[in-house]
């Protein structure tokens, strides 16, 4: 049998990769997201208009995809490896197809094919254009030219590279299910998570209490406008994610209607929105008086 | 002669607006080089789904000269007595740089003006496209774009080179932080190493190496001849669309051809869901009815295999997904599915999507024709699939009203019912295909016209660009469908009906004024001129195929001369009835002259065949009938003073004059239409 390239190096082998491009290997956030979006390594950092390279891998909380471990290809539970590069290099494009190269594949054997995709997360106030990633027909990769952040305006625009790391693995593995993954020579991902999924399908769907739920909803929803009133961006942007885990959770529990849906969604966003202004109008120096300096 | 090559460099372009975009450069550069007379022997537009441009072949090196005239002083004032130059003329020839021989004299409406004449050599072809490229590049629109580099331009996707080649020389000009050269790049699975160009001529054959055919034409037949190879004999027929085709030509630039099949088990899944598994997965091409199809890509050869086993997983994954949703959907049954309705909210405020439907099967008995039953019940459980799995799911929620004509037919086992459910979201979109049935499209009205009511009901009014619940979209489809479904039943009932059944009101006027916005956009879209339809609507009582009909009967006579005296009659007599009040019968011992006398009676004859007419909706005829009436008319107004002395006989005449004009405006308000020459 073929040596193959096990998840772990996969993983190693990205890390490795924009390591050398100049990124700083940074590490997942501390609270479930559903994106590796939401972590402040990124939504926070592309705020201003210092440069910023870096790189890091989010677990991705999709409770509404859970399919109790039965479905090969979807799990309420992911990787994502997530770049971001500010300002956007101009041969972007070209370093995303050597990263796939350090993975083994080889361009004049595959289609790689950019797919149009306007990118947006309502939760975030967040929009970015770009494309998904094909590689032979499935979906590898998300990249994206941000354009708004928290509902700001970049004056800087970053790009966003995302990789579903099991999906790229398993055309790397070239396996059917994610579930056969290789994790490494003796453990495949399956044997990892299958219970995992298996548990918080079943929690998500029917046994997740939706009145603790919304109460947590409003009580994070509190407590982040009260951090935020302080002044405080991090502590007030952390309880902003929680509420947008516990939106998540509900979604999945098929509780909330298709108006209060919206309705929520417009709370986290505002959430968001706050804590990006209080990130901005905080930073030394106005853009004002940094203008003066250039000038 | 020289040539000249234009290539923008590009990350993957919107495939829905590529096209347009190559054009418009192309008619935008034609124009600079006409109005800078710079002749050329032949345009070429490319696009590839990476790089758009044009190639120019045969200019002329330099401008055609030209002879410039310059105003300059009145003669008068230009010469002295002795036909010297004056100090006036000097000063004018010294600003501009004429010689005494460029002087001429030109005779203009306000006098005779001399004139400084000359000749400019043309300036280099270079030259002027060094400064124009640029300028049309910046003047290209598009519906969204973005930013991406410190330049701040805005483009639908980062530029990332240019290729400006005059014959030999390329044309540095800049542009997105950009400066354009001679250096394209090829397909980047073949490579990533810049390709040289010479001059423009190399252009289609060095890129071609590169795995890229530029011209789109070209490309779009490589397309079409791939699919054929790949197919070879393969039966089934391939299910696809030129717009499929132009799309795959706008995400290409060298295409490739492979069959891939799915299990066998999933041809038991609903066509249209086949349809859309393949078409979202990148424009895949079924052969229907076997388990097989053609994925068109954009790679080298060697990736064959490689494709044929990614796509082939990727929609066995997606139609595992479907057929797992369509199973379990068809094991609960619509009825569960309709009983879950009743906890999903519909619009705040306005009750739950089974309240939405009931109330729409309340309201359909107001539809004269069909099957009543199967109507009642089929708007009862339109709603239904939404509440289905598939349908909940974000690739298929397409299917809304497909999957519930679906699941009805085999839960509910009626034919009719199933048909109506699945076309009732009909037309989903302008051009979209129009419901079939007589069910159908009652059904169709109804949840629109619901959809309308609701959201004004509920806060969701439109207004300029607002208009998040698409209630214009739904009212235009009100309109379509009855005009073009010839559904004859009042609007104006069925909003009062409707309204009676959320028990709720609307402003007077609100909804009338809602929906003349739509029938005007309506009868416009479908031919009829803005004055034939103020015409019909002034007096509309709110049929809307009706109103169509006489649109179109109006249109066909409009360009008669009888009609165009007619109308002038009709603007006589609305003015002549503008300032009275006067409402009593006709006393037909008050006409006193033979002119009246014939009017009143040709008036009566005339009712009584209109109502016949009208009843019949034989509108050509009603016109016919109308224009008879012309001469009369015009006679009456000829020999009789309306406005006279004596009172009894002028309110009479104004009542002959109302009695006749009521005729007119039971078919239209002629006064409206706008002849030639008038001014409105």
């Not at chain 1, 509900?250 to 959430?271: C, K, P």
């Not at chain 2, 990350?11 to 008619?27: G, I, Q, V």
């Not at chain 2, 080649?165 to 542009?175: E, G, H, N, W």
Request: hydrophobic letters at 40%; charged letters at 30%.
């Amino acid at each position: 049998m073929r040596k193959v390239l096990t998840f772990e190096n996969i993983i190693l082998n990205l890390k490795r990769f924009w390591q050398k491009k100049g990124c700083l290997l940074f590490e997942p956030y501390n609270s479930e997201v559903g994106a590796g979006t939401f972590n402040p390594a990124t939504f926070i950092r592309v705020l201003d208009e210092k440069p910023w390279k870096v790189c890091y891998v989010e677990i991705s909380k999709r409770p509404r995809d859970g399919r109790y471990g039965e479905n090969p290809n979807r799990t309420q539970q992911y990787y994502q490896l997530q770049v971001i590069l500010k300002p956007a290099p101009k041969d972007i494009q070209k370093m995303y197809l050597e990263s796939l190269t350090s993975l083994g594949v080889k361009l004049n054997e595959h289609e790689v094919k950019f797919v149009e995709g306007d990118w947006e997360a309502p939760t975030l106030g967040a929009w970015g254009l770009g494309w998904e990633v094909w590689l032979d027909g499935l979906e590898v990769t998300q990249f994206t030219y941000f354009q708004q952040a928290g509902g700001v305006d970049l004056k800087v625009i970053p790009v966003e590279i995302t990789y579903g790391l099991e999906r790229i693995a398993t055309a790397v593995q070239d396996v059917g299910s994610m579930f056969d993954l290789k994790w490494n020579n003796d453990l495949t991902w399956g044997d990892v998570y299958r219970q995992n999924e298996v548990e918080f399908s079943r929690y998500n769907f029917e046994e997740s209490d939706p009145k603790l739920l919304t109460e947590l909803f409003d009580q994070y929803e509190r407590e982040a406008t009260r951090a935020f009133k302080q002044g405080l961006v991090y502590p007030g942007y952390d309880y902003a994610i929680k509420c947008s885990n516990v939106f998540n959770l509900l979604d999945a529990r098929g509780v909330i209607s298709i108006s209060e849906r919206a309705n929520m969604i417009g709370r986290v966003r505002s959430l968001a929105n706050q804590a990006a202004q209080l990130y901005i109008t905080s930073l030394p120096g106005s853009t004002e008086e940094k203008q003066e300096k250039n000038d | 002669m020289i040539d000249f090559l234009i290539e923008i460099g590009h990350e993957e372009f919107p495939p829905s607006f590529l096209r347009r975009t190559a054009d418009d450069l192309t008619y935008r550069l034609e124009e600079v080089l006409k109005r800078n007379r710079i002749f050329y022997r032949s345009v070429r537009t490319i696009y590839t789904s990476r790089r758009f441009g044009v190639i120019v072949l045969g200019l002329t090196r330099k401008q055609k000269p030209q002879v410039i005239e310059i105003q300059g002083p009145p003669k008068k004032i230009a010469f002295d007595e002795k036909n010297k130059p004056t100090e006036k003329l000097q000063g004018f020839m010294k600003t501009h740089d004429l010689k005494r021989t460029e002087i001429v004299v030109r005779k203009t409406k306000k006098g005779e003006y001399v004139c400084g004449r000359k000749e400019v050599a043309g300036g280099l072809t270079e030259d002027v496209l060094y400064e124009e490229i640029p300028r049309i590049i910046q003047s290209l629109e598009f519906p969204k774009t973005m930013r991406w580099n410190a330049s701040g331009t805005r483009f639908p996707r980062p530029v990332r080179w240019i290729v400006a080649l005059l014959d030999r020389r390329p044309i540095r000009f800049k542009y997105a932080g950009i400066t354009a050269d001679r250096y394209s790049m090829p397909n980047f699975h073949f490579s990533y190493k810049p390709i040289r160009l010479e001059k423009p001529r190399e252009y289609m054959n060095f890129l071609r190496h590169g795995g890229v055919v530029v011209d789109p034409n070209e490309r779009r037949k490589l397309i079409l001849k791939r699919i054929k190879q790949a197919i070879g004999k393969v039966p089934g027929k391939p299910l696809y669309t030129d717009a499929m085709i132009d799309e795959l030509n706008c995400m290409t630039e060298y295409p490739e051809a492979v069959t891939g099949e799915f299990d066998q088990k999933y041809l038991d899944l609903p066509e249209e869901v086949i349809v859309t598994v393949l078409k979202t997965q990148g424009d895949l091409i079924w052969l229907k009815p076997t388990n097989k199809f053609v994925c068109v890509f954009s790679a080298k050869k060697k990736a064959l295999q490689n494709v044929k086993k990614g796509y082939t997983r990727v929609v066995e994954a997606k139609l595992y997904d479907a057929h797992f949703y369509y199973q379990n959907d068809l094991a609960q049954g619509l009825e569960k599915m309709n009983e879950q309705t009743k906890g999903m909210m519909w619009l705040k405020g306005l009750g739950s999507l089974y309240d939405k439907a009931f109330r729409m099967s309340k309201f359909v008995s107001v539809f004269p024709d069909g099957d009543q039953a199967a109507l009642k019940k089929a708007a009862l459980y339109c709603k239904a699939d939404l509440l289905s799995q598939m349908v909940r799911e974000k690739d298929f929620t397409s299917l809304q009203g497909i999957m519930g004509g679906h699941y009805a037919a085999v839960s509910l086992k009626d034919e009719k019912i199933a048909a109506a459910i699945k076309e009732h979201y009909l037309p989903n979109y302008v051009g979209d295909a129009l419901p079939r049935t007589q069910e159908g499209a009652a059904l169709s009205v109804a949840d629109k016209l619901d959809n309308v009511i609701g959201a004004f009901l509920s806060g969701n009014r439109p207004s300029g660009s607002y208009d998040p619940l698409a209630v214009r979209r739904n009212g235009y489809g009100v309109v379509q469908v009855m005009a073009e479904n010839g559904i004859h039943v009042s609007l104006f009932t069925m909003i009062e009906r409707l309204l009676g059944l959320y028990g709720k009101k609307l402003e007077d006027g609100v909804m009338k004024d809602f929906f003349s916005e739509r029938m005007t956009r309506y009868l416009a879209d479908a031919g009829s001129r803005y004055d034939e339809i103020k015409a019909v609507l002034a007096t509309w009582q709110g049929d809307i195929a009706d109103a169509r009909h006489r649109c179109q009967a109006l249109a066909k006579f409009r360009d008669k001369t009888e009609f165009n005296k007619l109308v002038i009659g009709q603007k006589r007599v609305r003015n002549i009835l503008k300032g009275s009040k006067e409402t009593g019968a006709v006393q037909t011992g008050l006409l006193k002259s033979p002119a009246e006398r014939k009017l009143y009676r040709t008036g009566t004859r005339a009712l009584t065949q209109l109502e016949v007419l009208l009843k019949q909706k034989k509108y050509g005829e009603v016109l016919e009938l109308l224009l008879s009436m012309r001469e009369v008319i015009d006679t009456f107004f000829d020999d009789v003073m309306v406005m006279c002395d004596d009172a009894a006989l002028r309110k009479n005449r104004l009542a002959l004059v109302r009695y006749i004009n009521d005729i007119f405006i039971q078919y239209a308000d002629f006064s409206e239409i706008v002849i030639e020459g008038e001014k409105s």
